[in-house]
């Protein structure tokens, strides 16, 4: 019997451990993440917001911004924020799991990253980096920061993709989005508007959808590469914002989910809400 007991306390410790050095090993090398986003960080223009500089705007991008921003708003230059939220893993079948997240935005990056935990199983969490840094698109998922699942990184299709995300997550840090800041404004009827954003040689174009309030509700883009198997295959995404509040005199939605348009049928993966934002600003 103490001789079991004796076994159990090893192997306890042993797990133990394995679990504090993978954590200890993500941290290091999220936190060598966040240093090249910082250091890819590039300068602010139009540092306040001024309702005059909108005239040449689609209508519904002005109404837009005089609902969220108020004259004299001075510029967001980076986002801190936390999430939590379910997430759908099943490629088929539905399987929700819960997980915490921590992001960092640098809007004149442009740039992210994404950090998560998802809730496996009892005890056992995936953790996630998603990013977009220096024009490099980086996703990476480890069981317990010990074995590796996807560890990807390129300015291809990947890039392409986490700089969609980047904009289509712009109502988070909505001085983005203001002339100057490098988003370019195309009309497309009193309730909708294109926005292309450019970095470097990619480019990137999405559909913004505004509400009877004239607050983004959904951004959509009709070919993004999701991952099947092996292969990325373009279909059209979406994202759908709601629940707007004023977070540190910015309005915001604080709640969304965001979607892959199949043949099949809409399939949401994401599913989260705001519970801590922090904005840096423009001197």
């Known amino acids: 019997m103490k001789i079991a007991f004796a076994s159990f306390l090893v192997l306890a410790g042993t ?11 993500w941290r290091a090398y999220t936190k060598a993440w966040r240093t090249k986003l910082d250091a890819a960080r590039r300068p602010v223009f139009a540092a306040a917001f001024a ?5 040449h705007l689609p209508a519904a991008v002005q ?9 004299g708003q001075k510029s967001v230059t980076a986002v801190d924020l936390d999430q939590t939220g379910t997430m759908n893993l099943g490629e088929t079948a539905e399987q929700w799991k819960p997980f915490t997240a921590r992001q960092r935005v640098e809007t004149r990056g442009p ?12 005890g056992v969490p995936v953790f996630v980096q998603d990013a977009y ?11 317990c920061g010990l074995v590796t699942k996807a560890d990807l990184r390129e300015r291809g299709e990947l890039a392409r993709g986490e700089l969609m995300r980047f904009l289509a997550e712009a109502p988070w840090y909505p001085t983005a989005l203001l002339p100057g800041q490098g988003v370019r404004w195309s009309p497309v009827d009193d309730h909708s508007a294109l926005a292309t954003l450019q970095d470097g040689d990619l480019s990137v174009t ?12 959904t951004v959509r883009a009709e ?12 279909m059209p995404w979406q994202c759908r914002l709601w629940n707007y509040a004023i977070r540190e005199g910015i309005r915001v939605p604080l709640e969304g989910e965001a979607a892959w348009l199949t043949p099949e049928g809409t399939k949401t993966y994401w599913r989260g809400k705001i519970t801590r934002l922090h904005y840096a600003f423009a001197p």
């Open 15 to 25: 797990v133990v451990l394995l679990l504090t050095f993978g954590r200890l090993r």
């Open 111 to 122: 740039g992210f990253s994404w950090q998560a935990r998802i809730a496996m199983m009892p």
């Open 51 to 55: 309702a005059r500089d909108l005239d």
């Open 133 to 143: 840094v220096g024009g490099e698109g980086v996703l990476r998922a480890s069981v």
């Open 206 to 217: 999405l559909l913004f959808h505004f509400d009877f309030e004239d607050l983004i509700d």
């Open 223 to 234: 070919a993004r590469g999701r991952g099947v198997g092996a292969a990325a295959v373009a």
């Open 63 to 71: 109404r837009y911004l005089r609902a969220v921003l108020t004259e």
